[in-house]
């Protein structure tokens, strides 16, 4: 593996016939199809660096992050990666504005942008647990938006927002993966998703690889 962006060679148990996805990201965004249980937040769960049953390598401008063969597994704390899980993980005591305003590394200077971009001023100081499915998906990601990260990782990013608002969600999208620098993996079960955002989409189970490649 060379230094760019992020890269990936990883298999799971259950892929059978030496099947592995491999993919090189840099400035770019990946999106993973599958049905579930075909592995598609297990991949996302080691490269943010958490247990999971996917095994093989991922490095990071030239650091690895993951070699399963020589024992390597970097912590995520010690990884610049943006984890946004389907489930969104907000702090049900915290408000809008907490979420996005005291985490641990967030920048400052990203703040008011992405309270506009996303639409949260109407909601800024109201707790978690008055907000609906596509606002706390609003917040999830809003959190993440304002972190120095470098790799980003979402699963299934629009489930339980309704089609009247997955519009706005996907604008939101677009916005910060326009940054060049960042690396982008999305997972979804819906390739019209995927579509979308992504510039590239590989699809679980993978198919096994032929004689000679």
């Known amino acids: 593996m060379n230094s760019n962006g992020l890269q990936l060679d990883l298999h ?11 993919a090189k990201l840099q400035g770019k965004s990946l999106g993973i199809q599958g049905p579930s249980g075909s592995g598609k937040t ?9 247990p999971s049953l996917a095994e093989g390598a991922v490095s990071h401008e030239g650091t690895r992050w993951l070699d399963s063969a020589k024992g390597v597994c970097v912590a995520p704390e010690q990884r610049n990666v943006g984890l946004v899980p389907q ?14 305003c005291f985490g641990r590394n967030a920048d400052k200077s990203l703040i008011s942008r992405w309270r506009d971009i996303l639409q949260l001023e109407s ?9 609906s499915g596509g ?11 304002v972190q120095p990260v470098s790799v980003l990782l979402f699963d299934e990013p629009f489930a339980g927002v309704d089609w009247d608002h997955r519009e706005q969600l996907i604008a939101a999208f677009q916005e910060l993966m326009a940054d060049q620098r960042l690396a982008t993996i999305i ?14 989409v590989i ?9 000679g490649q």
Do not use: M, Y
């Not at 259950?14 to 996805?21: E, M, Q, V, Y």
């Not at 909601?123 to 907000?131: E, G, S, Y």
């Not at 606002?135 to 938006?145: L, S």
């Open 12 to 22: 799971l148990p259950f892929w059978k016939d030496g099947r592995r996805l491999q």
């Open 203 to 211: 699809k679980l189970p993978l198919e096994a690889e032929r004689p």
């Open 187 to 200: 997972v979804s079960h819906d390739p019209r998703e995927l579509e979308i955002l992504c510039d590239e």
């Open 87 to 100: 489930d969104n993980l907000l702090f049900p005591h915290l408000t809008v504005a907490e979420h996005l």
């Open 42 to 50: 297990s991949i996302l769960r080691c490269v943010a660096g958490f």
């Open 123 to 131: 909601i800024w100081d109201r707790p978690v647990t008055n907000l």
């Open 135 to 145: 606002e706390k998906k609003r917040v999830a990601i809003g959190r993440v938006a």
